[in-house]
Protein backbone atom coordinates (compact mmCIF):
# COMPACT_ATOMS: atom_id res chain seq x y z
CA UNK A 1 0.00 0.00 0.00
CA UNK A 2 1.24 3.39 -0.69
CA UNK A 3 2.65 5.37 2.58
CA UNK A 4 1.34 9.04 1.83
CA UNK A 5 2.47 11.33 4.17
CA UNK A 6 0.58 14.68 4.80
CA UNK A 7 2.26 17.56 5.10
CA UNK A 8 0.53 20.24 7.51
CA UNK A 9 -0.01 23.69 6.88
CA UNK A 10 3.14 26.06 7.26
CA UNK A 11 5.29 22.75 7.51
CA UNK A 12 7.14 23.42 4.23
CA UNK A 13 9.42 26.68 4.61
CA UNK A 14 8.85 30.12 2.69
CA UNK A 15 11.11 30.45 -0.09
CA UNK A 16 12.91 33.57 -0.33
CA UNK A 17 13.22 33.82 -3.89
CA UNK A 18 11.72 36.43 -7.03
CA UNK A 19 8.59 35.06 -6.82
CA UNK A 20 7.81 35.66 -3.21
CA UNK A 21 9.54 39.28 -3.88
CA UNK A 22 6.73 39.88 -6.38
CA UNK A 23 3.95 38.48 -4.38
CA UNK A 24 4.53 40.61 -1.69
CA UNK A 25 4.91 43.67 -3.72
CA UNK A 26 1.49 42.98 -4.82
CA UNK A 27 0.11 42.62 -1.16
CA UNK A 28 1.54 46.02 -0.29
CA UNK A 29 0.22 47.39 -3.65
CA UNK A 30 -3.35 45.55 -3.10
CA UNK A 31 -3.82 46.80 0.53
CA UNK A 32 -3.10 50.37 -0.35
CA UNK A 33 -5.56 50.37 -2.83
CA UNK A 34 -8.56 48.73 -0.73
CA UNK A 35 -7.60 50.50 2.17
CA UNK A 36 -7.62 53.96 0.46
CA UNK A 37 -11.13 53.06 -1.28
CA UNK A 38 -9.56 53.10 -4.77
CA UNK A 39 -9.66 49.25 -6.05
CA UNK A 40 -11.67 49.39 -8.90
CA UNK A 41 -11.12 46.50 -11.03
CA UNK A 42 -12.63 43.42 -11.01
CA UNK A 43 -15.88 45.10 -10.51
CA UNK A 44 -18.85 42.44 -10.54
CA UNK A 45 -21.56 43.06 -13.15
CA UNK A 46 -25.02 41.58 -13.05
CA UNK A 47 -26.79 40.55 -16.20
CA UNK A 48 -25.23 42.00 -19.84
CA UNK A 49 -23.19 44.92 -20.47
CA UNK A 50 -24.66 47.83 -22.28
CA UNK A 51 -24.77 51.70 -22.07
CA UNK A 52 -25.90 51.25 -18.44
CA UNK A 53 -25.13 48.52 -16.20
CA UNK A 54 -26.20 46.78 -13.02
CA UNK A 55 -23.74 45.28 -10.80
CA UNK A 56 -23.65 42.62 -8.40
CA UNK A 57 -23.87 45.24 -5.41
CA UNK A 58 -27.21 46.39 -7.09
CA UNK A 59 -25.89 49.76 -8.14
CA UNK A 60 -27.30 51.16 -11.78
CA UNK A 61 -24.35 52.91 -13.36
CA UNK A 62 -23.66 54.23 -16.31
CA UNK A 63 -21.13 52.31 -18.54
CA UNK A 64 -18.44 54.35 -19.86
CA UNK A 65 -15.55 51.41 -19.99
CA UNK A 66 -17.13 48.81 -22.24
CA UNK A 67 -15.61 47.90 -26.21
CA UNK A 68 -19.08 47.35 -27.09
CA UNK A 69 -19.39 49.84 -29.32
CA UNK A 70 -22.48 48.95 -31.01
CA UNK A 71 -24.37 48.09 -28.40
CA UNK A 72 -25.08 44.90 -29.74
CA UNK A 73 -24.75 42.60 -26.07
CA UNK A 74 -28.04 40.59 -26.03
CA UNK A 75 -28.70 41.56 -29.26
CA UNK A 76 -31.73 39.35 -30.14
CA UNK A 77 -30.54 37.83 -33.82
CA UNK A 78 -27.11 37.60 -32.34
CA UNK A 79 -28.44 35.63 -28.65
CA UNK A 80 -31.02 33.56 -31.11
CA UNK A 81 -27.63 32.61 -33.91
CA UNK A 82 -25.62 31.74 -30.84
CA UNK A 83 -28.32 29.40 -29.52
CA UNK A 84 -29.34 27.66 -33.04
CA UNK A 85 -25.31 26.86 -33.30
CA UNK A 86 -25.36 25.08 -29.70
CA UNK A 87 -28.23 23.23 -30.96
CA UNK A 88 -26.34 22.62 -33.81
CA UNK A 89 -22.96 21.58 -32.90
CA UNK A 90 -23.14 21.44 -28.95
CA UNK A 91 -21.25 23.64 -26.82
CA UNK A 92 -17.96 22.91 -28.28
CA UNK A 93 -15.71 21.94 -31.04
CA UNK A 94 -13.65 18.85 -29.41
CA UNK A 95 -10.19 19.47 -30.69
CA UNK A 96 -7.82 21.91 -32.66
CA UNK A 97 -8.49 23.42 -36.06
CA UNK A 98 -5.88 21.46 -37.97
CA UNK A 99 -7.31 18.21 -36.34
CA UNK A 100 -10.31 17.73 -35.46
CA UNK A 101 -11.89 21.10 -34.58
CA UNK A 102 -12.92 22.66 -37.95
CA UNK A 103 -16.70 22.79 -38.69
CA UNK A 104 -18.49 24.46 -41.59
CA UNK A 105 -19.19 26.83 -39.17
CA UNK A 106 -16.14 28.26 -38.83
CA UNK A 107 -15.53 27.72 -42.46
CA UNK A 108 -18.76 30.36 -42.83
CA UNK A 109 -17.35 32.67 -40.49
CA UNK A 110 -13.76 32.89 -42.20
CA UNK A 111 -16.15 33.74 -45.33
CA UNK A 112 -18.19 36.16 -43.96
CA UNK A 113 -15.18 38.12 -41.88
CA UNK A 114 -13.19 38.22 -45.16
CA UNK A 115 -16.19 39.60 -47.29
CA UNK A 116 -16.72 42.14 -44.57
CA UNK A 117 -12.87 42.77 -44.96
CA UNK A 118 -12.59 42.67 -48.56
CA UNK A 119 -10.03 40.12 -48.23
CA UNK A 120 -9.57 37.09 -50.03
CA UNK A 121 -9.52 35.00 -46.86
CA UNK A 122 -9.65 34.92 -43.23
CA UNK A 123 -8.59 32.66 -40.05
CA UNK A 124 -10.18 32.68 -36.62
CA UNK A 125 -7.99 32.34 -33.34
CA UNK A 126 -9.25 31.63 -30.12
CA UNK A 127 -8.50 35.74 -28.84
CA UNK A 128 -6.89 38.73 -30.30
CA UNK A 129 -4.54 38.27 -27.93
CA UNK A 130 -3.45 34.95 -29.63
CA UNK A 131 -3.93 36.80 -32.91
CA UNK A 132 -1.37 39.06 -33.09
CA UNK A 133 0.98 36.50 -31.55
CA UNK A 134 0.16 33.90 -34.72
CA UNK A 135 0.84 36.54 -37.13
CA UNK A 136 3.80 37.65 -36.08
CA UNK A 137 5.37 34.40 -35.18
CA UNK A 138 4.00 33.05 -38.02
CA UNK A 139 5.39 35.08 -40.48
CA UNK A 140 8.55 37.05 -38.85
CA UNK A 141 11.75 35.35 -37.40
CA UNK A 142 15.64 35.71 -37.20
CA UNK A 143 16.89 37.72 -39.88
CA UNK A 144 13.81 40.00 -40.19
CA UNK A 145 13.21 43.37 -38.85
CA UNK A 146 9.46 44.66 -37.05
CA UNK A 147 8.76 48.56 -36.92
CA UNK A 148 5.89 49.00 -34.69
CA UNK A 149 4.59 52.34 -33.38
CA UNK A 150 5.53 53.09 -29.47
CA UNK A 151 1.46 52.46 -28.45
CA UNK A 152 1.20 49.88 -30.30
CA UNK A 153 -0.89 46.92 -28.45
CA UNK A 154 1.07 44.65 -25.60
CA UNK A 155 0.00 41.76 -27.62
CA UNK A 156 1.86 43.30 -30.65
CA UNK A 157 5.04 43.62 -28.89
CA UNK A 158 4.57 39.91 -27.17
CA UNK A 159 4.94 38.51 -30.93
CA UNK A 160 8.12 40.25 -31.59
CA UNK A 161 9.67 39.22 -28.49
CA UNK A 162 8.54 35.61 -29.39
CA UNK A 163 9.57 35.79 -32.67
CA UNK A 164 13.22 36.13 -32.78
CA UNK A 165 13.08 39.12 -34.94
CA UNK A 166 14.95 42.12 -34.56
CA UNK A 167 12.29 45.17 -33.77
CA UNK A 168 12.28 48.46 -33.31
CA UNK A 169 9.55 51.19 -31.77
CA UNK A 170 8.92 54.82 -34.03
CA UNK A 171 7.90 57.29 -32.01
CA UNK A 172 3.98 57.53 -32.10
CA UNK A 173 2.56 58.18 -35.54
CA UNK A 174 5.70 60.13 -36.23
CA UNK A 175 6.26 59.16 -39.77
CA UNK A 176 9.71 61.19 -40.54
CA UNK A 177 11.13 59.04 -37.19
CA UNK A 178 9.21 55.91 -39.59
CA UNK A 179 11.07 56.74 -42.54
CA UNK A 180 14.38 57.02 -41.01
CA UNK A 181 14.34 53.35 -39.13
CA UNK A 182 13.08 52.26 -43.07
CA UNK A 183 15.39 53.40 -44.85
CA UNK A 184 18.23 51.15 -45.62
CA UNK A 185 16.49 48.20 -43.49
CA UNK A 186 15.40 46.35 -46.21
CA UNK A 187 19.24 45.95 -47.40
CA UNK A 188 19.81 44.21 -44.11
CA UNK A 189 17.17 42.02 -43.24
CA UNK A 190 14.94 39.29 -45.39
CA UNK A 191 11.83 40.99 -44.60
CA UNK A 192 10.52 44.19 -43.03
CA UNK A 193 6.98 44.59 -41.37
CA UNK A 194 5.28 48.15 -40.14
CA UNK A 195 2.56 46.98 -37.23
CA UNK A 196 0.29 49.59 -36.25
CA UNK A 197 -2.98 49.66 -34.14
CA UNK A 198 -5.84 51.25 -35.95
CA UNK A 199 -7.56 53.07 -33.31
CA UNK A 200 -4.56 53.33 -30.71
CA UNK A 201 -7.02 51.93 -27.14
CA UNK A 202 -6.01 54.15 -24.57
CA UNK A 203 -5.11 57.74 -26.66
CA UNK A 204 -8.30 57.40 -29.21
CA UNK A 205 -6.56 58.31 -32.21
CA UNK A 206 -6.09 57.24 -35.77
CA UNK A 207 -3.12 56.05 -37.27
CA UNK A 208 -2.00 57.91 -40.30
CA UNK A 209 -2.59 54.74 -42.61
CA UNK A 210 -1.79 56.87 -45.70
CA UNK A 211 1.27 58.29 -44.70
CA UNK A 212 2.31 54.72 -43.01
CA UNK A 213 1.15 52.97 -46.48
CA UNK A 214 3.40 55.39 -49.01
CA UNK A 215 6.48 54.66 -46.80
CA UNK A 216 5.87 50.91 -46.83
CA UNK A 217 5.88 51.14 -50.95
CA UNK A 218 8.52 53.11 -51.07
CA UNK A 219 11.09 51.11 -48.96
CA UNK A 220 9.51 47.38 -50.02
CA UNK A 221 7.90 47.03 -46.57
CA UNK A 222 4.87 45.12 -45.85
CA UNK A 223 1.96 46.30 -43.69
CA UNK A 224 0.20 44.93 -40.58
CA UNK A 225 -3.03 47.00 -38.99
CA UNK A 226 -4.55 46.07 -35.57
CA UNK A 227 -8.28 46.79 -36.09
CA UNK A 228 -9.09 45.73 -32.76
CA UNK A 229 -10.84 49.04 -31.64
CA UNK A 230 -11.82 50.25 -35.56
CA UNK A 231 -13.95 47.88 -36.84
CA UNK A 232 -18.06 48.66 -36.09
CA UNK A 233 -16.54 51.87 -34.72
CA UNK A 234 -14.93 53.84 -37.72
CA UNK A 235 -15.70 54.57 -41.07
CA UNK A 236 -18.95 55.61 -42.28
CA UNK A 237 -20.63 52.19 -42.10
CA UNK A 238 -17.98 50.61 -39.67
CA UNK A 239 -15.73 49.12 -41.88
CA UNK A 240 -13.10 50.06 -40.59
CA UNK A 241 -9.86 52.18 -41.20
CA UNK A 242 -9.54 51.31 -44.89
CA UNK A 243 -13.40 52.92 -45.36
CA UNK A 244 -12.34 55.94 -42.90
CA UNK A 245 -9.28 56.88 -45.40
CA UNK A 246 -10.93 55.24 -48.92
CA UNK A 247 -8.33 53.25 -49.11
CA UNK A 248 -9.82 49.85 -49.55
CA UNK A 249 -7.25 47.37 -49.77
CA UNK A 250 -4.54 48.98 -49.13
CA UNK A 251 -3.38 47.15 -45.79
CA UNK A 252 -1.12 43.39 -46.34
CA UNK A 253 -2.26 41.98 -43.47
CA UNK A 254 -5.78 43.03 -41.23
CA UNK A 255 -5.91 41.63 -37.58
CA UNK A 256 -9.38 42.09 -35.92
CA UNK A 257 -11.24 41.17 -32.97
CA UNK A 258 -14.24 39.57 -32.72
CA UNK A 259 -14.65 40.78 -29.20
CA UNK A 260 -15.66 44.36 -28.92
CA UNK A 261 -18.12 45.95 -31.54
CA UNK A 262 -18.66 42.41 -32.39
CA UNK A 263 -20.20 40.66 -29.05
CA UNK A 264 -18.23 37.38 -29.05
CA UNK A 265 -15.02 36.08 -28.41
CA UNK A 266 -11.65 35.55 -30.56
CA UNK A 267 -9.54 37.28 -33.57
CA UNK A 268 -8.90 36.47 -37.45
CA UNK A 269 -6.44 37.84 -39.61
CA UNK A 270 -7.65 38.64 -43.37
CA UNK A 271 -5.21 38.44 -46.25
CA UNK A 272 -4.35 36.67 -48.99
CA UNK A 273 -5.84 33.43 -49.39
CA UNK A 274 -1.97 32.02 -50.16
CA UNK A 275 -0.88 33.62 -46.68
CA UNK A 276 -4.09 32.76 -45.10
CA UNK A 277 -3.81 29.23 -45.74
CA UNK A 278 0.09 29.09 -44.72
CA UNK A 279 -1.00 30.30 -41.34
CA UNK A 280 -3.41 27.76 -40.86
CA UNK A 281 -0.74 25.34 -40.93
CA UNK A 282 2.33 27.18 -39.79
CA UNK A 283 0.67 29.62 -36.83
CA UNK A 284 1.90 27.94 -33.45
CA UNK A 285 -1.68 29.31 -32.01
CA UNK A 286 -3.89 28.11 -34.69
CA UNK A 287 -2.51 24.70 -34.57
CA UNK A 288 -2.16 24.25 -30.81
CA UNK A 289 -5.10 26.00 -29.45
CA UNK A 290 -8.71 24.53 -29.39
CA UNK A 291 -11.23 25.77 -32.07
CA UNK A 292 -14.16 28.72 -31.08
CA UNK A 293 -16.66 27.27 -29.59
CA UNK A 294 -19.84 26.78 -31.93
CA UNK A 295 -21.90 29.00 -30.09
CA UNK A 296 -19.08 32.53 -30.33
CA UNK A 297 -18.96 31.11 -34.16
CA UNK A 298 -23.03 32.12 -34.76
CA UNK A 299 -22.62 35.03 -32.50
CA UNK A 300 -19.66 36.62 -34.66
CA UNK A 301 -21.09 35.79 -37.83
CA UNK A 302 -24.75 36.91 -37.46
CA UNK A 303 -22.81 39.79 -35.74
CA UNK A 304 -21.28 40.85 -39.18
CA UNK A 305 -25.07 41.46 -40.31
CA UNK A 306 -26.16 43.34 -37.84
CA UNK A 307 -23.37 45.65 -38.78
CA UNK A 308 -24.60 46.12 -42.09
CA UNK A 309 -28.07 45.62 -41.61
CA UNK A 310 -28.45 48.81 -39.06
CA UNK A 311 -25.85 51.24 -40.15
CA UNK A 312 -27.85 53.62 -37.28
CA UNK A 313 -25.72 51.99 -35.12
CA UNK A 314 -22.59 53.21 -36.67
CA UNK A 315 -24.15 57.03 -37.04
CA UNK A 316 -24.83 56.97 -33.94
CA UNK A 317 -21.82 56.06 -32.48
CA UNK A 318 -20.26 59.01 -34.04
CA UNK A 319 -22.75 61.56 -33.26
CA UNK A 320 -22.54 59.87 -29.25
CA UNK A 321 -18.89 60.27 -29.04
CA UNK A 322 -18.76 63.98 -30.70
CA UNK A 323 -21.48 65.50 -28.16
CA UNK A 324 -19.75 63.52 -25.41
CA UNK A 325 -16.23 64.66 -25.91
CA UNK A 326 -17.19 67.96 -27.08
CA UNK A 327 -18.87 68.09 -23.76
CA UNK A 328 -16.16 67.37 -21.79
CA UNK A 329 -13.28 69.57 -23.82
CA UNK A 330 -15.69 72.51 -22.78
CA UNK A 331 -15.86 71.80 -19.01
CA UNK A 332 -12.10 72.12 -19.39
CA UNK A 333 -10.79 68.64 -19.85
CA UNK A 334 -7.69 67.19 -21.86
CA UNK A 335 -9.27 64.57 -24.29
CA UNK A 336 -5.78 64.08 -25.83
CA UNK A 337 -6.70 64.50 -29.14
CA UNK A 338 -8.63 61.78 -29.64
CA UNK A 339 -10.78 61.17 -32.79
CA UNK A 340 -13.07 58.68 -31.72
CA UNK A 341 -15.08 56.42 -29.57
CA UNK A 342 -12.43 55.89 -27.47
CA UNK A 343 -11.81 59.15 -25.10
CA UNK A 344 -9.36 59.39 -23.03
CA UNK A 345 -9.70 62.26 -19.79
CA UNK A 346 -6.17 63.13 -18.64
CA UNK A 347 -5.08 63.65 -15.40
CA UNK A 348 -1.57 63.17 -15.19
CA UNK A 349 -0.96 62.31 -11.50
CA UNK A 350 -2.24 58.84 -10.17
CA UNK A 351 -3.68 59.63 -6.81
CA UNK A 352 -5.86 62.35 -8.81
CA UNK A 353 -6.75 59.98 -10.82
CA UNK A 354 -7.58 57.57 -8.44
CA UNK A 355 -9.68 60.43 -6.72
CA UNK A 356 -11.85 61.07 -9.79
CA UNK A 357 -12.34 57.80 -10.36
CA UNK A 358 -14.35 57.60 -7.25
CA UNK A 359 -16.37 59.98 -6.95
CA UNK A 360 -17.62 59.35 -10.66
CA UNK A 361 -18.40 55.71 -9.23
CA UNK A 362 -19.98 57.44 -6.59
CA UNK A 363 -22.13 59.61 -9.01
CA UNK A 364 -22.58 56.02 -10.91
CA UNK A 365 -20.41 56.14 -13.51
CA UNK A 366 -18.48 53.15 -14.21
CA UNK A 367 -14.82 54.25 -15.62
CA UNK A 368 -11.59 53.25 -15.37
CA UNK A 369 -8.44 54.67 -14.06
CA UNK A 370 -5.38 54.12 -16.49
CA UNK A 371 -1.84 54.31 -14.70
CA UNK A 372 1.49 53.17 -14.49
CA UNK A 373 2.29 50.65 -15.74
CA UNK A 374 -0.23 51.01 -18.15
CA UNK A 375 1.09 54.44 -19.35
CA UNK A 376 3.89 55.90 -18.83
CA UNK A 377 4.31 58.06 -15.40
CA UNK A 378 2.76 61.35 -15.43
CA UNK A 379 0.13 60.46 -18.01
CA UNK A 380 -2.00 59.15 -16.26
CA UNK A 381 -6.43 59.29 -17.29
CA UNK A 382 -9.19 57.78 -17.10
CA UNK A 383 -9.74 55.68 -20.43
CA UNK A 384 -13.69 56.07 -21.46
CA UNK A 385 -15.75 54.78 -24.21
CA UNK A 386 -18.93 55.45 -25.65
CA UNK A 387 -21.45 53.26 -27.17
CA UNK A 388 -24.48 53.34 -30.12
CA UNK A 389 -26.62 53.10 -27.12
CA UNK A 390 -26.07 55.76 -24.88
CA UNK A 391 -28.92 58.14 -24.80
CA UNK A 392 -28.78 61.61 -24.29
CA UNK A 393 -29.25 61.09 -21.16
CA UNK A 394 -26.76 59.09 -19.97
CA UNK A 395 -24.08 61.35 -21.44
CA UNK A 396 -25.66 64.29 -19.40
CA UNK A 397 -25.46 62.19 -16.15
CA UNK A 398 -21.71 61.56 -17.24
CA UNK A 399 -20.51 65.33 -17.95
CA UNK A 400 -22.46 66.66 -14.58
CA UNK A 401 -20.78 64.14 -12.67
CA UNK A 402 -17.24 64.86 -14.16
CA UNK A 403 -17.80 69.07 -14.16
CA UNK A 404 -18.80 68.19 -10.32
CA UNK A 405 -15.72 66.24 -9.54
CA UNK A 406 -13.66 67.86 -11.71
CA UNK A 407 -14.36 71.31 -9.95
CA UNK A 408 -13.89 69.38 -6.37
CA UNK A 409 -10.58 68.02 -7.14
CA UNK A 410 -9.53 71.43 -8.52
CA UNK A 411 -8.31 69.57 -12.12
CA UNK A 412 -10.64 71.76 -14.25
Same mark, same amino acid.
Given at each position: *???????? !???????????????? *???????????????????????????????????? #??? /???????? =??????????????????????????????? +???????????????????? %????? @???????????????????? *??????????? @???????????????? #? +?? =? &?????????????? /??????????????????????????????? *??????????? @????????????????????? @? +???????????????????????????????????????? %???? #? !?????? &?????????????? !????????????? $?????????????????? $??? /??????????????????????? $??? /??? %?? #?? +????????????????????????
Amino acid at each position: *MLDVTVVG !EGARPELDDGISARLA *MYRQRREHLYSTDRYFYLQAIAGRTNHRVDMADGRD #MVM /LASYSYLG =LIGHPRIEAAAKAAVDEYGTGAGGVRLLTGT +TDLHERLERRIADFVKREDA %CVYSS @GYATNIAIITGLIGPGDLVL *MDKLDHASIVD @GCLLSGAKWKTYRHND #M +TH =L &ERLLRGAKEDYNTV /LVVADSVFSMDGDIMDLPATRELCDRYGARL *MVDEAHSIGAL @GATGHGIEEHFGMIGSIDLKM @G +TLSKSVPSVGGYLAASHDLVDYQRHFSRPFIFSAALPPAQ %CGAA #M !EAFDVI &EDEPWRVAQLHDRA !ERYRSGLEAQGWD $TMGSETCVVPVFVGDEDK $TMD /LTRMLFDHGIFVCPIVHPAVPRG $TDR /LRT %CL #MA +THTDEDIDQALGAFAEAGKTLGLI
